[in-house]
């Protein structure tokens, strides 16, 4: 077990426990809406391979730098990226 960062309380482990248990759920439930409420309005959210993180290459897969553009990226998950979810059977 890994030491706990100096100044941080059990109590902040467990709220971030929370945050990263609702984030994962409002994702995996499509609650896209909400899921934004997490970010402020200043902040970056960045997803990188792990195989990139490994060998410590920065390049990602999706980089919003702020709140407007993972707004944007919601939008287009919405409206742009239309897929029939139910195999069509010949």
């Not at 809406?33 to 060998?55: G, K, M």
């Not at 029939?84 to 010949?90: C, Y």
């Amino acid at each position: 077990m890994t030491e706990a960062a100096a100044g941080s309380s059990a109590g902040d482990r467990f709220a971030l426990y929370d945050l990263f248990a609702v984030y994962g759920a409002l994702i995996d439930a499509a609650e896209f809406d909400v899921w934004l409420s997490l970010f402020a309005a200043t902040c970056t959210y960045h997803i990188v391979p792990r195989e990139n993180y490994e060998r410590g290459l920065p390049a990602g897969l999706v980089y919003c730098d702020s709140r407007a553009v993972l707004e944007d990226r919601i939008r287009a998950l919405r409206e742009a990226n239309k897929y029939n979810s139910i195999p069509t059977v010949i």
